[in-house]
């Protein structure tokens, strides 16, 4: 004969290892989803800190072309949703410096599309 609390405990367990097993089933899965949002925002950080570099040094050589591509590359940058929120002043401020003291406040609001309002340091603007 078995004793009682051996056949609870049986039921018990019979009915918990499922609920267990997809306990850290669903764990599992939102760790990698987040490990996942993460991933991708490094991602998109590190391209955006690549363009932003790219931008910068065609704007400091000089050529006339290659600071038209740099400041057309950041004002874009600007818009993008590449561009993460809270990166959105280091931007803005490096933009204005680089570009305005480059090629002066009116060629750097001329560049690229002439209707669109040079907006700077404003981070709900993205």
């Known amino acids: 004969m078995i004793p009682t609390w051996i ?4 039921v018990v367990m019979t009915v918990l290892s ?11 899965a939102y760790l990698t ?10 991602r998109h950080r590190e391209e955006t800190m690549r363009m932003v570099r790219w931008a910068v040094e065609q704007i400091l050589e000089g050529a006339d072309a290659g ?7 950041l004002r874009s940058l600007m818009r993008s949703e590449l561009l993460q929120p809270e990166d959105y002043d280091l931007v803005a401020a490096l933009t204005a ?3 305005i003291d480059r090629v ?4 750097y609001a001329d560049i690229a599309e002439a209707d669109i309002e040079v907006v700077e340091g404003d981070s709900a603007h993205g």
């Not at 499922?18 to 599992?28: I, Q, R, S």
């Not at 600071?67 to 590359?73: C, F, I, N």
């Not at 002066?104 to 060629?107: C, I, L, P, T």
Request: hydrophobic content about 45%; glycine content about 16%; proline content about 3%.
């Open 7 to 10: 056949s609870v405990v049986g």
């Open 18 to 28: 499922p609920l267990l097993a997809l306990g850290g089933v669903v764990l599992g």
């Open 33 to 42: 989803r987040k490990s996942d949002r993460e991933l991708d925002t490094w």
């Open 67 to 73: 600071t038209d591509a740099g400041v057309v590359t």
């Open 97 to 99: 410096a680089v570009t």
């Open 104 to 107: 002066g406040a009116d060629a």
